[in-house]
Structure formats: C-alpha cells, structure tokens
C-alpha cells in the first residue's frame, strides 16, 4: 500500500459544486501539505499543517479550505467549484523541514 | 517575493552526452530539494542540500548548492533513456514566513 494515499485519483464536476479531495498517511508524519499542479507552474503550495491544532495558508488558499481530521489525514475543500480550479493536486507529507517531502499520487480534477 | 527559477524548461538530448540543469532562487536559503517528476506520477525525491558547496551524487545525476550565488545545479552524466523525466527544485525559505516554493520544472527527454 502507498504511504501517502489520496482519494479520488480522478474526479469530473460542474461549477458550483462542494467537492473534498482526501488524503491519508502512515508514515507518521505530522507535516502535511496540499499543492496544485498546473502546466508550466511547477507546484504551489495551497495550505499546510505541521500538527493537528496547526493549519496555514500557503500562497494560492483563496477559494480553498482544509481540515486536518487526524495526525494522518488532511483534507482539501472547494466549497464552490471554478474552472480554473481545474489542476493536478498533490497531497504530500514530510517529518521535518530539512527533510525531503513523500508525495501521494496526485488527483486529476475537472471542472466544466 | 520568493522566486525559482529553472532552466533550461526543456531539454533534448542524445544518450550519452552531459548536460546541467540550473536552479536559481531569489532570497535566502540553506535548504534546496530537486525532485524528479515521470509522465503522469508523483514526484519522489532525488536530493537534499542543506548546505553552502554541498554536492551529492546518485548514479548519473550529481547536485550542488552554492548558496552564495543562490544557484543549484544538477548535472546529467552519460545520459540513458530511463532519466527522461521532469525535474524540480524546491527552495525552503529561511527568512520570514514559512514558504517552500517549486521552480516550474525541467522537461528532460533523453533520445536513444
């Protein structure tokens, strides 16, 4: 089994639409972030966590929100859905920051 | 503003030959990560550069941190098919608020 898993691999929703992307861990981390990927920009960070009473804005959190249910899962919200939300996103944890960051597998997610 | 910047973004080369990647970021930092990206999956982590002249070596890949120049480079020897991929730096800021950015990545296609 993956070590950082996230679900849905792929999702394809209309404007306007609640959508929760999840993202689950066993490796004990307490570091956990969400990041978008779009084509050219490299990744940018949306929100993060480095404990369960700890959660930050990155750059790009407008129209975004999380919640970090447990030290092993973070979940990113679009309460209303845009198209330009449309993008690759990476759930990814890491033990410390001098460490390097362990990625799920990403979550394709269209928006018409 | 914290800014990284890759270049080349694209690169085609022949088996065989070297070439460098560059990273350049635009404020302090001591931590500098290169990840390595296939079509369609995650990022996993090739190097960690906590320090000013650090170098690190993986079979035919070799990074080095000047953090002076605020440059790193990541060097391809010899190249083989299996190191088409895309590449990233990522810059942990040590000043102000917390921000670890991604450059936009380097598309490296390796032709046999």
């Known amino acids: 089994d993956a070590d950082v898993t996230q679900t849905p691999r792929n999702r394809i929703t209309k404007t306007g639409k609640r959508i929760m992307l999840e993202c689950s861990q066993t490796?004990?981390?307490?570091?956990m972030y969400w990041y978008r990927q779009d084509p050219g920009l490299g990744l940018r960070l949306i929100y993060y966590s480095f404990d369960v009473k700890d959660i930050n804005k990155g750059e790009i959190s407008d129209g975004y929100s999380v919640s970090r249910q447990a030290q092993a899962k973070f979940s990113l919200s679009l309460e209303s859905a845009i198209p330009n939300q449309t993008a690759l996103y990476f759930c990814?944890?890491?033990?410390?920051?001098?460490?390097?960051?362990?990625f799920g597998d990403g979550t394709r997610l269209s928006i018409l | 503003e914290l800014k990284v910047e890759q270049n080349p973004l694209f690169l085609s080369m022949q088996e065989g030959k070297n070439y460098t990647i560059y990273c350049n970021y635009s404020?302090?930092?001591?931590?500098l990560y290169w990840y390595r990206q296939d079509p369609g999956k995650s990022l996993e982590s090739l190097f960690v550069l906590l320090s000013n002249g650090a170098v690190k070596q993986e079979g035919r890949l070799m990074a080095s941190l000047d953090t002076k120049a605020r440059l790193s480079t990541l060097h391809i020897t010899a190249a083989v098919h299996d190191l088409s991929a895309t590449y990233f730096c990522a810059v942990r800021t040590t000043s102000g608020t917390y921000k670890y950015i991604f450059g936009t990545g380097t598309r490296l296609k390796v032709l046999a």
């Open positions: 490796k004990g981390h307490d570091r």
């Open positions: 990814a944890t890491s033990d410390s920051t001098y460490q390097p960051q362990h």
């Open positions: 404020t302090t930092s001591d931590r």
